[in-house]
């Protein structure tokens, strides 16, 4: 899943896509690699970035709205000078309601789905993050059938 604020290509929801292709709107789905450069402010203590990943074969866009609690567990997952750029942008909200990371912050997420939103330009399903973890945070603790046996 890539991260490109530059391109300003309309692409199709990818949460709204996989609705329509039959996944349940109860379903967790989980990322085990994102890449966040960039969050916006959508209100007082919610925030929101997008990611751009291939489904079906075309490129679609990604919502991914977290809150304060969140933003913290990305931010150990990076470097200092990313938690210092988030206080000083902290303190411009709302005059400043965007902000770069010096340096993108790798992670996986677990995400559920939202409630559909119209807007002028169409409709899109927000996601929200439910858990945040880091890269390979997972497979290292899942026990190998090799792992049993040299228990036994």
Same mark, same amino acid.
């Given at each position: 899943?890539?991260?490109?604020?530059n391109?300003?290509?309309a692409?199709?929801?990818?949460?709204?896509a996989?609705?329509?292709?039959?996944?349940?709107n109860?379903?967790?789905?989980g990322?085990?690699?994102v890449?966040?450069?960039?969050i916006?402010?959508?209100?007082?203590?919610?925030?929101?970035?997008?990611?751009h990943?291939?489904f079906?074969?075309r490129?679609h866009?990604?919502?991914?709205?977290?809150?304060?609690? $969140?933003?913290e #567990?990305? *931010?150990?997952? !990076?470097?200092a000078?990313?938690?210092?750029?988030?206080?000083?942008?902290?303190? =411009? /909200?709302?005059?400043?309601?965007?902000?770069?990371?010096p340096?993108?912050i $790798?992670?996986g #997420?677990? *995400?559920?789905? !939202?409630?559909?939103?119209?807007?002028?330009?169409?409709s899109?399903?927000?996601? =929200? /993050?439910?858990?945040?973890?880091?890269?390979?945070?997972?497979?290292?603790?899942?026990?190998?059938?090799?792992?049993e046996?040299?228990?036994e």
């Amino acid at each position: 899943m890539s991260n490109n604020e530059n391109e300003i290509i309309a692409r199709p929801d990818l949460a709204l896509a996989m609705l329509r292709h039959g996944i349940g709107n109860e379903t967790v789905v989980g990322y085990s690699s994102v890449e966040v450069s960039e969050i916006r402010v959508l209100q007082n203590g919610l925030f929101t970035t997008t990611m751009h990943t291939d489904f079906e074969g075309r490129s679609h866009s990604l919502f991914i709205d977290f809150g304060y609690d $969140e933003l913290e #567990q990305m *931010l150990v997952l !990076g470097p200092a000078e990313n938690r210092r750029a988030i206080q000083d942008w902290i303190e =411009t /909200v709302p005059f400043v309601d965007q902000l770069y990371f010096p340096h993108p912050i $790798e992670m996986g #997420q677990f *995400l559920k789905f !939202g409630e559909e939103q119209a807007t002028d330009d169409g409709s899109f399903v927000p996601m =929200t /993050v439910t858990r945040i973890y880091a890269p390979g945070e997972l497979i290292k603790n899942i026990k190998q059938p090799e792992d049993e046996e040299k228990a036994e």
